[in-house]
């Protein structure tokens, strides 16, 4: 059996899109690229409360981006901003409060 690899503890997992399907300018690397700076800024890179983060070439959608995904939640953000991406890092990843808006799809559980 392979050694597992360690893993610290997290809150949630948000992907971005940087494909060019959903974002002809591919708007999604910039966002990408700031996403970081937005987490430290919050609190958000480490510890229990630590955001995971990761971009993606194609999310399956394929219009209306750039597209956002976070997870456990399975909360999907449609046409982000920079202004948005704010207020999703500061609002829903940092406060729990979804911004409802944007959102285009969310997850369905089995309950
Ligand atoms: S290219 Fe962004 S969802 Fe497919």
Same mark, same amino acid.
């Given at each position: 059996?392979?050694?597992?690899?360690?893993?610290?503890?997290?809150?949630?997992?948000?992907?971005?899109?940087? /494909?060019?399907?959903?974002?002809?300018?591919?708007? !999604?690397?910039?966002?990408?690229?700031?996403?970081? @700076? +937005? *987490? %430290? $800024?919050?609190?958000?890179?480490?510890?229990?409360?630590?955001?995971?983060?990761?971009?993606?070439?194609?999310?399956?959608?394929?219009?209306? /981006?750039?597209?956002?995904?976070?997870?456990?939640? !399975?909360?999907?953000?449609?046409?982000?901003?920079? @202004? +948005? *991406? %704010? $207020?999703?890092?500061?609002?829903?990843?940092?406060?729990?409060?979804?911004?409802?808006?944007?959102?285009?799809?969310?997850?369905?559980?089995?309950?």
């Amino acid at each position: 059996m392979p050694a597992f690899p360690a893993m610290e503890p997290y809150s949630r997992h948000m992907l971005i899109c940087t /494909g060019e399907s959903c974002s002809p300018e591919r708007r !999604g690397r910039a966002l990408y690229a700031r996403l970081s @700076e +937005l *987490l %430290e $800024r919050e609190g958000l890179l480490f510890g229990p409360t630590r955001v995971k983060r990761g971009e993606t070439p194609c999310l399956g959608v394929c219009a209306g /981006g750039p597209i956002v995904v976070v997870y456990p939640e !399975g909360i999907w953000y449609a046409g982000v901003t920079d @202004e +948005l *991406l %704010e $207020r999703i890092v500061v609002d829903h990843l940092k406060n729990g409060r979804i911004v409802e808006e944007a959102v285009f799809h969310r997850l369905a559980f089995d309950s």
